[in-house]
């Protein structure tokens, strides 16, 4: 498979993405441990824990891209800067990348995240 390239905006800087076996799997242990974290979020009720887990939550998104693209600790601390919802977008994108997946299906992935989003806010809204 042909190597994609990646421009982080925010890191003003492309990135080729190999597709691995190692990459790979490192895109399938982020993406497990996220659906882990929103499992154990939506079961959570104590304060202690929730915290517990969006702080877990915050380092994963870091952690992802730090080690799939060998990121120094500059770049990570910009990463750091970004808003929450834009670091996962970017995240998943980047897995997504890492699995070979086309533009397109990326880009309808991240709306579909985007709406989803956009629902559980109207919802919280009506609340």
């Known amino acids: ?4 390239k990646l421009y982080i905006k925010e890191l003003n800087k492309s990135f080729s993405i190999r597709h691995t076996n190692k990459l790979i ?3 399938y242990q982020f993406q ?4 882990k974290m929103g ?8 304060p202690e824990k929730q915290f517990e887990f969006v702080t877990n ?3 994963t998104l870091l952690d992802f891209p730090r080690k799939a693209l060998k990121l120094t600790d500059k770049q990570v601390d910009k990463l750091d800067d970004m808003d929450q919802e834009d670091l996962q977008k970017l995240d998943v994108k980047l897995a997504l990348t890492i699995q070979g997946m086309n533009k397109q299906d990326i880009q309808s992935t ?3 995240m985007d709406d989803a989003q ?3 806010s109207e919802e919280n809204d009506a609340e």
């Open 39 to 46: 499992q154990i979020g939506q079961e959570e009720s104590e």
């Open 118 to 120: 956009k629902s559980t």
């Open 25 to 27: 799997r490192y895109s």
């Open 110 to 112: 991240l709306r579909s």
């Open 1 to 4: 498979m042909e190597n994609t």
């Open 57 to 59: 939550y915050s380092q």
């Open 32 to 35: 497990l441990e996220m659906a």
